[in-house]
């Protein structure tokens, strides 16, 4: 039987039931995921075509409110059955966004496609997810795990066991703000930009708690110093994947190195729970050590796991307008870095 035609999917029960059993199922494309944006104030339509009451293609489409000019995104997606279904749902969106007075729809495919340049579609200047990601295989057994550390990392481990700090897994929400705060320590010390908002962290978390998908890690110190937080991290359990979304961590006790022992408990925890995959969540795309993201890519790395990289975006352009924030995109690190000089 020929799926029905794009339309849009309210019963979010049925749009994570069927996202899940489909082998490129993200957590992005989650009704989770559609929640937070709507948290944030960003619309959010939920496009799906039905074959036998399951939806087998997915686009889960924000409204994106930018300085430079709102677009419509599609994280990580759309998730096709078919790669001609593109062709409808591009229809559907193009109409939304002249609704919404976009200037542009990004699309984010996880696999390769064709022919879409045909369809006019350009290359997105930028990536709006990490570009790519080290993904660990948790199919193997955790001893192959742990000799899969190098040896400093495995090492630093039993280390910062022994030492006394502990890492536990939060049941309350307000330790939220424990997060929070050390994110804010972490951007400071290792200079990086956050979200304007803290609030954008926190709707993050809360969103995908509600449903179960999201998990709070705390590292804290030993009792002589008062069980003090060291390091946390938000993690996400979708389908089959573990993602290691938000980490931080203090700048005192930097020699007890609890983010070494916190990152191999959240490793052990999603083997232990049936996951098949552990996603590090962004690497710097080189081994540059002048890369922004050289320092983290290389703890990461440590952990073992295969690096992988992401096709590029697609942007369809609906107004003029569109060609002046890819400039002023191109533009915005160069600006940052004279602004920081």
């Known amino acids: ?29 989650s009704s989770s995921f559609g929640d937070f944006h709507e948290r944030l104030g960003n619309p959010v339509w939920r496009f799906g075509k039905l074959n036998l009451d399951k939806v087998v293609s997915f686009a889960q489409v924000i409204k994106i409110k930018s300085k430079l000019g709102n677009f419509l995104y599609v994280p990580w997606g759309p998730v096709l059955e078919q790669e001609h279904d593109i062709n409808n749902l591009l229809e559907v969106l193009k109409e939304i966004g002249t609704k919404e007075k976009v200037s542009f729809i990004r699309f984010e495919p996880r696999v390769e496609v064709k022919g879409w340049q045909k369809l006019g579609f350009r290359f997105s200047p930028t990536y709006t997810q990490p570009e790519c990601s080290l993904l660990l295989d948790l199919t193997k057994s955790l001893e192959e795990l742990r000799k899969g550390l190098s040896e400093s990392t495995r090492y630093n481990v039993g280390w910062v066991e022994r030492k006394g700090v502990r890492i536990r897994v939060s049941d309350n929400l307000d330790d939220i703000e424990i997060f929070l705060n ?24 809360l969103a995908f708690e509600q449903n179960k998908y999201a998990k709070l890690y705390i590292a804290r110190g030993p009792k002589e110093m008062g069980e003090e937080p060291l390091a946390a ?14 980490a931080a961590s203090s700048s005192q006790e930097q020699k007890l190195r609890a983010p070494y022992l916190m990152q191999w408990k959240i490793i052990e925890d999603a083997k232990n729970s049936g996951a098949r995959a552990y996603d590090f969540w962004g690497v710097a795309p080189t081994d540059n050590p002048n890369e922004a993201w050289a320092g983290v890519s290389a703890f990461k790395k440590s952990f073992g796991g295969e690096k992988i990289c992401y096709p590029k975006s697609y942007d369809f352009v609906l107004k003029k307008q569109y060609y002046a924030q890819v400039l002023l995109e191109k533009l915005r690190p160069v600006i940052k870095k004279v602004i920081g000089k």
């Open 182 to 205: 050390l994110l804010k320590e972490t951007a400071a010390r290792q200079k990086f930009s956050l979200h304007q908002s803290l609030d954008y962290y926190k709707e993050q978390f």
């Open 1 to 29: 039987m020929e799926p029905k035609t794009w339309q849009v999917i309210s019963d979010k029960k049925l749009w994570d039931s069927s996202l899940l059993s489909n082998p490129s199922s993200n957590f992005l494309q």
């Open 233 to 246: 991290a938000i993690v996400i359990y979708f389908g089959d994947t573990v993602t290691y979304l938000h």
